[in-house]
């Protein structure tokens, strides 16, 4: 019989075995940053005088935090949006014949497997005066004049959760397909209703793939800079185009670089506080 030998923890390999990985990360991760950090130090657009933080002090203006709040306030709008239409459809998937389940997992990967143009003007059509939504409105005699739709927080907000959908149903379904089934029916023998079943079993449950799901559709939604930009119209400004401006029209890399750098840092903040709660809800779950 063989004996299978006890493998070695981690911690007892020699540390020199992942000088590849720490080397990549230093030229290609940390480098940059190191130097997005020195040029957000320059005061002018020609990086001929160093040292002041004047692009900082712009960046957490009103101005500045104004932009920053609403893009966090967008990538929020969308995580809920998302998530009550994930939460739905996950529900639905995991109570259809297997048979059936292939076809609905396509439907909702199609999104992500188009690309990025395709699908956002293909939101302009269907938002637009004359785009689908309004055709339809009209034809059923529920409004009088089309919607002003597109260009709008209203209709980026659904694009948005359209786009990111999948991001956030694929973790619902993982979670909910672990739920027994037979919990429902012992929570109903025992007296429970269905919404009090749903708020004591399912949710609690299925609280690490909606924090899964919320951190990925919130970091992808702040992210969308095709989106935002096209079907916002230049009428919004999020941190995407904020830098962009400010390296294309402006030329201004110090300042772009105290931007980039800021909403790098907001984001990967509101990771981990993501990742602290998946943690939490483990145990909660358990």
Known sequence: ??????????????????????????????????????????????????????????????????????????????????????????????????????????????????????????????LGKQGIVNNMLLDLGWIEAPLKLLYTRTGLVIALANVQLPLMVLPLITALQRIDLNLSDASASLGASEWQTFKKITIPLSLPGILAGCLLTFSAAITAFISQSLIGGGQMLFMPMYLYQQVSALSNFPFAAAISLTFLATVVLCVSVFNLLGRLSRGYAA
């Open 1 to 126: 019989m063989a004996v299978v030998k006890d493998r070695l923890p981690v911690t007892a390999y020699p540390l020199w075995l992942a000088s590849p990985l720490a080397l990549t990360m230093l030229f290609f991760f940390i480098a940059p940053l190191l130097m997005l950090g020195v040029v957000s130090f320059y005061s002018d657009s020609g990086m001929t005088q160093w040292g002041s933080g004047v692009n900082w002090y712009k960046m957490f203006d009103v101005f500045g935090l104004t932009v920053l709040a609403d893009t966090l306030w967008l990538g929020v709008q969308v995580t809920l949006l998302s998530l009550i239409l994930g939460f739905a459809l996950a529900w639905i998937f995991v109570r259809l014949p297997a048979n059936i389940q292939p076809l609905v997992i396509f439907i909702v990967m199609l999104p992500l497997l188009t690309s990025v143009v395709v699908r956002t003007f293909a939101w302009i059509v269907i």
